[in-house]
């Protein structure tokens, strides 16, 4: 079955970056969408980030375009997220997900795959 692992969250100070990882296992990777989502307390878990199984598209929200990437090396299954200029909203829990389908199903329903989350946390 899918699993994902994600890693690199930690405590920022504002305007500054974090990098985060997704290890996929158990699935073809490098035939699947892959995304990354954020949850703060309270919150719905949104949409950040998209990339195609072969990297040629990638999808942002408004809320981070222009200051996230999302990358993949479908060699070593795993999928990044690159968070530059990072602020206190950004504040949450962040998960990566993993869909056979295309990229625009995932964003506006995700499949069932998800991670077990990486925490990021900007101070002020």
């Known amino acids: 079955q899918v699993q994902l692992v994600e890693s690199g969250g930690g405590l920022v100070r504002a305007g500054g970056s974090l990098r985060l990882s997704c290890a996929g296992s158990g699935f073809i990777f490098r035939t699947y969408a892959m995304g990354w989502f954020r949850q703060a307390p309270g919150n719905e878990r949104e949409f950040l980030a998209g990339i195609s199984w072969s990297g040629d598209g990638t999808y942002y929200a408004d809320s981070v375009k222009g200051r996230f990437t999302i990358s993949r090396d479908n060699a070593k299954n795993t999928v990044y997220l690159q968070m530059n200029s990072l602020k206190p909203e950004d504040t949450a829990v962040y998960y990566c997900?993993?869909?056979?389908?295309?990229?625009?199903?995932?964003?506006?329903?995700?499949?069932?795959?998800w991670g077990q989350g990486t925490q990021v946390t900007v101070s002020s």
């Open positions: 997900n993993a869909d056979p389908r295309p990229v625009a199903l995932m964003i506006r329903l995700p499949s069932n795959s």
